[in-house]
């Protein structure tokens, strides 16, 4: 059962910390099992540390994106206040920094970003939220020329992230802003105070880079701030539905009515500090399912209640919601073993092991919280396994994937073109950190465009026994952050895959028979 609040109780602060320090040393077990050891990645060194200056957001952004088309991926990652943003590439066993001379850097606060291709001229543009602003930087060959798109801003509102999709299938990417209350007008754990919430806003793309907001209309103003918001197919009918991540709110899901209108949908949740949100069919029946961060043990549950109403509930606890079809979710937190857990931002589901089954990587860590300035949760690399019969996350240090930072979100790439995915630490006023995925295991990769009409696309592998979890081709999971469009399937030691079925959000399907593995497939 989960926490709930039904007073509220003041203590001596000594007492808090010490309550604060035996919860975080809880929420940092890994469990009463351990799984065989994995092989360990590699670190590699980068070109960039975040800067953060207090009157903003303590936040920044990352977006994976080919600039030149060239197959190998950069990251861009945004700066603080005053800092430029910064474009890293792998070379020489770095990543190094080559934003100088690209256009896309600004000296405002960057949160989260997007890649992109919006324009469809075969370039990927970058859609980048700002303390100022929303801007879409269009590509030409590398080089990116700034515009700024208006957005109707709440006052004292600041953008955080921009999700892509075709809700219309008219073949243009529209857009939905997620909206936060700025740093100097920010109140924490504010349920109740409709002036200190900041509805999304929703963005129809006019085929001209122009855009109308029909966020009324279309039924998707939010009732809270919001981190994060995604477009996933939930009821597998080739329209993009809408998922929120509200922070002191519940998580509100949309479904896609098909004529520019989103229609809410109940969830069995209650109020939460909802943060990151990762996206995966976890329990490979076909659908995506959803998990949510929140701050876990690693703050008392009194010390939270803020301005909540008698008759209101709030946890702190993670949430991880299984899809049943035709919009209805399970809670299956307990189930596979992630209830109990430390501060958490930004998640991303990925097959660290290559074993044919979906690991979790969490970013830990709050930089205003005390405590962790002192004793710094490691990040959540937690393996999938189902050793006793069913299926738990546990988490897997021999990984070398521990992150002693200010931790904000995973990205997902393969930095060194060898078809496996690997790892980049999204870090808050601290260094970024990266590590190469070195593990041997036989895996398929598919490389799917970033294009508005891939949004949605649908990835299934099957071989003689079995079929793979079917993966999505999502934007913006994490936190403020955009991942790989590569989708990577681990195969363990299996060597033959007898096919790849693909389904397109326009209806049709593609079949791939007998691919070879360890190898790359570059969908058109």
Request: hydrophobic share 35%; aromatic share 8%; with cysteine.
């Amino acid at each position: 059962m989960r926490q709930t609040s039904s007073s509220r109780t003041t203590h001596h602060w000594g007492l808090v910390r010490l309550m604060t320090g035996l919860l975080l040393l809880s929420g940092c077990a890994s469990g009463s099992t351990t799984l065989s050891p994995p092989t360990p990645f590699t670190p590699v060194p980068v070109d960039f540390t975040h800067t953060w200056t207090k009157g903003t957001h303590p936040f920044t952004g990352a977006a994976v994106i080919d600039i030149d088309g060239d197959g190998t991926f950069e990251i861009f990652v945004g700066g603080g206040a005053g800092q430029r943003d910064a474009l890293l590439s792998y070379r020489g066993g770095r990543l190094v920094n080559i934003e100088p001379g690209t256009g896309l850097s600004n000296d405002s606060t960057t949160y989260g970003s997007t890649a992109i291709d919006l324009d469809a001229d075969g370039d990927t543009d970058l859609l980048v939220a700002r303390e100022d602003g929303v801007f879409l930087y269009l590509n030409d060959r590398g080089r990116f020329q700034e515009r700024r798109i208006p957005v109707d801003l709440p006052v004292n509102s600041v953008p955080f992230s921009i999700a892509v999709a075709d809700i219309d299938h008219d073949g243009d990417g529209d857009l939905y802003v997620s909206l936060f209350v700025n740093a100097k007008a920010f109140r924490s754990a504010t349920f109740n105070d409709p002036t200190h919430a900041k509805p999304n806003r929703m963005l129809l793309n006019n085929g001209d880079l122009t855009f109308t907001d029909i966020t009324d209309s279309s039924g998707t103003a939010s009732k809270q701030n919001t981190f994060l918001s995604v477009f996933v197919d939930l009821d597998s009918d080739g329209w993009q539905d809408l998922v929120v991540a509200q922070n002191t709110g519940a998580v509100e899901i949309f479904r896609n009515m098909k004529d520019r209108t989103f229609q809410p949908i109940a969830v069995s949740s209650i109020f939460g500090f909802w943060m990151g949100l990762a996206v995966a069919d976890i329990d490979k029946d076909g659908d995506q399912d959803l998990f949510f961060t929140n701050v876990g043990t690693s703050i008392p549950l009194f010390l939270t209640t803020g301005d909540l109403r008698k008759d209101q509930r709030h946890t702190h606890d993670w949430m991880l919601l299984r899809n049943d079809g035709n919009f209805r979710f399970t809670d299956v937190t307990d189930t596979y073993g992630l209830s109990g857990e430390g501060f958490a931002w930004g998640a991303v589901f990925e097959d660290l092991n290559l074993d044919g089954q979906l690991d979790l990587l969490v970013a830990q860590n709050y930089i205003k919280w005390p405590v962790h300035k002192w004793l710094k949760l490691s990040g959540r690399t937690a393996l999938q396994s189902t050793k006793y019969g069913r299926p738990v996350f546990q988490h897997a240090p021999a990984l070398g994937l521990e992150n002693p930072y200010f931790g904000q979100a995973p990205v997902i790439l393969d930095l060194d073109g060898d078809g496996k995915q690997d790892l980049l630490w999204l870090n808050i006023n601290g260094p970024a950190r990266a590590f190469l995925n070195t593990t041997r295991a036989n895996y398929l990769t598919i490389v799917v465009p970033d294009t508005v009409a891939a949004i949605g696309t649908r990835i299934t592998l099957e071989t003689d026994n079995e079929k793979s979890d079917t993966r999505a081709v999502i934007g913006t999971v994490g936190m403020l952050t955009d991942q790989t469009p590569e989708l990577s399937f681990g195969l363990g030691d299996r060597d033959r895959i007898a096919r790849v079925v693909i389904q397109h959000p326009n209806g049709h399907t593609t079949v791939i028979p007998t691919p070879p593995i360890n190898s790359k497939i570059r969908l058109q």
